[in-house]
């Protein structure tokens, strides 16, 4: 659904985070002519804080979001990208895509994640995710608490204006 430019890699983490399909560009793909081509190929919203690449954007006939500038918490930007794409709040799903590649993730064994993640981390926590395209693993601790709560603000936000 989504394209960022490379100004907005972390909002498309967060969009996938949200279960919205985003993507961001790739190593060798940080030239704006090569993201806007891109993105009309695909069919994808480009989202960018960049007017002249917006304006440029619009003018090859890709949707285009443009994010105000001063616009950098990333709450603020997930609402406004949510807004303004017109999801509404219901379509917001609560399965979380991988941050990494967009993928789903799946639970995982113990088992699946042992030598993968530190070994800390396996005597303290019971519950594992692993994306089923990237093998990326999560797991349930304070990182996870807090993006669950950054996740329940803007779905609020964007309940509370009817979106």
């Not at 019971?126 to 304070?142: A, P, T």
Request: net charge neutral.
């Amino acid at each position: 659904m989504f394209l960022t430019d490379l100004m907005l890699i972390k909002l498309g983490r967060w969009l996938r985070i949200m279960g919205i399909a985003s993507e961001s560009p790739a190593p060798d793909e940080i030239d704006d002519d090569v993201i806007i081509y891109k993105a009309l190929k695909e069919g994808k919203i480009l989202l960018t804080m960049d007017k002249g690449m917006a304006q440029n954007a619009a003018s090859t006939g890709v949707k285009t979001i443009l994010i105000p500038s001063k616009m950098i918490d990333v709450e603020d930007q997930l609402t406004y990208v949510i807004k303004e794409a017109g999801i509404p709040s219901s379509k917001l799903r609560n399965k979380v895509l991988c941050t990494e590649c967009g993928s789903p993730i799946r639970d995982a064994r113990r088992e699946e994640v042992e030598g993968i993640v530190p070994e800390g981390i396996l005597g303290t926590t019971d519950r594992f995710w692993k994306c089923s395209s990237c093998s990326h693993v999560y797991w349930d601790g304070s990182h996870w608490r807090n993006i669950q709560k950054t996740v329940a603000k803007v779905k609020a936000c964007i309940s509370e204006s009817g979106a």
